[in-house]
């Protein structure tokens, strides 16, 4: 028996904890986190989200894992300031216990300490994200220990992450707050009477993890992608693939539009490429549509739809929406199974009211 297998016989065995009541789907087609703020958060396939990544780094012709893994220790300790969770403390992780109910609520995996000496080294076993698991675990130990570090991990096959740390004298200070410009009210939602068929099929797994429909999930809240994106976009050239001039974004410029596009295009994709079959007979389908592919992973709902030519042009307004690119995405990537032709997106934020309008990529005769 090897060193890691015998470490995983000896890491302790917990039930799982009870996610399913930590996560309210709400009536404006969001998640909501009952433990951090009401902070909204997107349950998303972990497979799906890595194909994401990737098609980000693709895009954007950078390696975005070591920013988005400080984008989730920025994330962390900022929640863990507000003091809605117990945080982690002392130098054995195995006594975080509310921290670790945090971690198998979100489907982030089990972690444990492999060293503590003078390099800490902790082990993530079946890691929903290299990053995010490296950065949070980065996050919890600084807060443990109330001491700055450095970090480092490598993801190996089968034995999992292992996340080293360096401890570093340096005073570096917390993390403001994000803005999120479409999140401007305190517009107050209900839980919605779909919440408990969003949790069908649940399955949740010893070892951290948990599944819908035999999808492994975790849930990934929106304050981490906003950190993610700020940490990005410094490095985002103009846009230059080849579906880039089909999206644009009402006052987003700068290099959050390219950005955006790349967000956006990715989403598409990776929904058309699961072989959705949606149907559109009126605009006002156009709801249900949202509910369908939208609401159930917290990322929004259609309120209002209106017809915008006869080739199938839509002007749809949200109830709420998790990002905006997202979620034009995956609508776009609806538009085109729907219609089985290119369309473009273009979207508009007044207030907290989103907009998006989805039309052929190419004019059509009448």
Known sequence: MGFFDSLRRMMPRRAPSDTKSRWAFVTDGTCRDNLRNNEPAWRVGVSRFESLLQGLEKRTENSLGRRLAHAALEHEERFMRMGNLSKPSGREPAAWQGYISDWESRGLGRFSLLDGEQDIRILAEAPASGPICAGALAAAWECATSTRHRFTWSDGSREGLVVSLIEQHTDVPGPRPVKVPWLTSATTVFASDENQDYWADYRA????????????????????????????????????????????????????????????????????????????????????????????????????????????????????????AIASGILLGCWERAYGRNGRVQMSISGDEVTVQICPSRALAD
Do not use: C
């Open 205 to 324: 797994v010893d070892g951290g993890t948990w599944s819908i429909m035999g999808e492994r999930k975790m849930m990934i809240h929106l304050d981490l992608i906003m950190r993610f994106e700020e940490y990005s976009i410094p490095y985002v050239e103009d846009s230059n693939f080849v579906r880039s001039g089909d999206y644009s974004w009402s006052d987003i410029g700068g290099k959050l539009s390219p950005w955006w596009n790349a967000l956006a295009d990715t989403a598409r994709e990776g929904f058309v490429s699961e072989g959705h079959h949606v149907l559109v007979r009126e605009h006002s389908d156009w709801i249900q549509i949202a509910r369908r592919h939208l609401s159930p992973h917290g990322l929004g709902a259609v309120s209002r739809s209106e017809q915008t030519d006869a080739h199938g042009g839509v002007s749809l307004v949200f109830s709420g929406i998790f990002h905006p």
